[in-house]
């Protein structure tokens, strides 16, 4: 099986979030895609 992750902001206040309360940051969404695409297997 092969993924592909579209990951985006739209404003730099959402790129500076971290993984807090938002998590809209690139490397935020990376990691919740990856778990997402782990956990379903």
């Known amino acids: 099986m092969r993924c592909v992750l579209y990951l985006r902001v739209s404003t730099r206040e ?3 979030k971290g ?3 938002e998590g809209f940051s690139i490397p ?12 379903a297997g």
């Not at 935020?28 to 956990?39: L, M, S, V, Y």
């Open 28 to 39: 935020a969404q990376r990691e919740a895609c990856t778990r997402h695409i782990r956990d």
């Open 14 to 16: 959402q790129a500076e």
């Open 19 to 21: 993984e807090g309360a």
